[in-house]
């Protein structure tokens, strides 16, 4: 009987040895071949615990997450600067009316001259003395000696004549002298027409710190408001702020400007240029902006004439015009001397006339060189240059 059980114990025993053994048998992995892969193989969650993680599950993730390659981060994408905004084209008013606009701010500035003037004139008694003191007040306004003097004389005998001594005798008087001794019946006109297909050509010229460049702009934006198209020339090489000045002017009124591509450049050949291209381009003025130089330079006033030659091989020049500051009074007038000698002058642009400037400039340039004052300056505003009325620049002096 004993024999009987251990044989059955025995028997259980290597069953389960076996059993064990062909389990081992089949779990085993097979060989793998050379750059093959090693395969992990995962043993099953324990049951009731689907959440639970064993250690070797965990570190075959792990080196599988290793050499997993990852996706580049995203860059994000880079969008290219937007272009700067074009700068809004603006519409200037016509130059008809604007010394009647600006009237009261002239007035302002040279009614001491015509208050001090009809004071004198309307005494009970004009005597010598009286009359010395009419002539000491128009020399003082910049109107010289000999126009001074000229004009006493005048007054007087008229005064003698007639009889006036009434305030609007008077004034009357006076106004008809100022007229004449200014010159109502010149040609004031800017020359600005095209010819036989070209644009006509404006040459602006002057002596540093007289506000050309500025002028050269504010003209460009009273031919626009008269309803013509504009080019404008920078000819002042020597000093780059120039050129980017009148580039801001031209774009504010959709004026293109040609410029060179360096500083101290030929400014002959810019002026031809600009001359060249306006002709291209069909527009019907071309305004060229020269450097300003000092008039006792000689080889600066030369290069001047060389500037205005270089154009005309183009285009005729129809204005010259010379900028004086109003307030130098006499002085501007040796400055327009030499000028005149070394380009015909075809006009005067009087800038800075209000302020402290007495007026009297006008009647004195005029006579210094023989051209007329066109255009006058009247204030800082982009809008403030007017073609010049001898009337209305009178009645402004003479305003009470």
């Known amino acids: 009987m004993k024999t009987l059980i251990l044989i059955i114990v025995l028997a259980v025993f290597f069953v389960a040895v076996v059993t064990e053994m062909g389990w081992l048998l089949l779990v085993r992995p097979r060989r793998r071949r050379r750059g093959e892969p090693p395969v992990v193989v995962s043993p099953p969650e324990a049951p009731g615990q689907p959440g639970l993680r064993t250690p070797g599950r965990d570190a075959a993730e792990s080196a599988q997450a290793v050499i997993t390659p990852t996706a580049p981060p995203r860059v994000p994408e880079q969008r290219a600067p937007a272009p700067p905004a074009a700068p809004e084209i603006e519409k200037p008013p016509p130059s008809a009316g604007r010394l009647i606009r600006l009237r009261e701010r002239l007035s302002r500035s040279q009614s001491s001259v015509g208050s001090v003037l009809l004071g004198l004139l309307s005494r009970d008694r004009l005597d010598d003395d009286t009359w010395d003191e009419i002539e000491e007040v128009l020399i003082t306004a910049d109107v010289g000696v000999v126009p001074a003097r000229q004009m006493v004389d005048d007054l007087r005998t008229k005064v003698k004549v007639l009889g006036a001594r009434g305030v609007d005798e008077v004034r009357a008087l006076l106004r008809t002298e100022l007229i004449t001794q200014i010159g109502e019946d010149m040609d004031r006109s800017l020359h600005t027409e095209r010819h036989e297909g070209l644009p006509g050509v404006v040459l602006m010229v002057g002596v540093n710190g007289t506000g050309k460049t500025t002028t ?13 198209t504009v080019l404008l020339g920078a000819a002042d090489t020597f000093r780059a702020a120039a050129a980017d000045q009148l580039q801001t002017w031209g774009e504010r009124v959709g004026a293109r400007t040609v410029r060179a591509d360096r500083d101290g450049a030929d400014p002959a050949s810019v002026a031809f240029e600009a001359v060249r291209e306006g002709a291209d381009l069909g527009v019907d003025v071309v305004l060229v902006d020269t450097a300003g130089r000092l008039h006792t330079k000689t080889g600066l006033m030369d290069e001047l004439g060389k500037v205005k030659r270089v154009i005309e091989k183009r285009a005729p020049v129809g204005e010259v015009l010379l900028v004086l500051d109003a307030i130098t009074g006499q002085n501007g007038l040796r400055q327009a001397r030499v000028f005149a000698e070394v380009v015909d002058i075809t006009g005067i642009v009087l800038t800075k006339l209000d302020g402290t400037a007495k007026g ?9 060189l023989g051209v007329p004052v066109k255009l006058v300056g009247l204030g800082e505003g982009p809008d403030d240059l007017a073609p010049f009325d001898p009337a209305t620049f009178v009645d402004a002096i003479l305003a009470a």
């Open 216 to 228: 050269v702009g504010k003209l460009a934006r009273v031919l626009v408001g008269d309803g013509k």
């Open 360 to 368: 009297g400039i006008v009647i004195a340039v005029q006579r210094e």
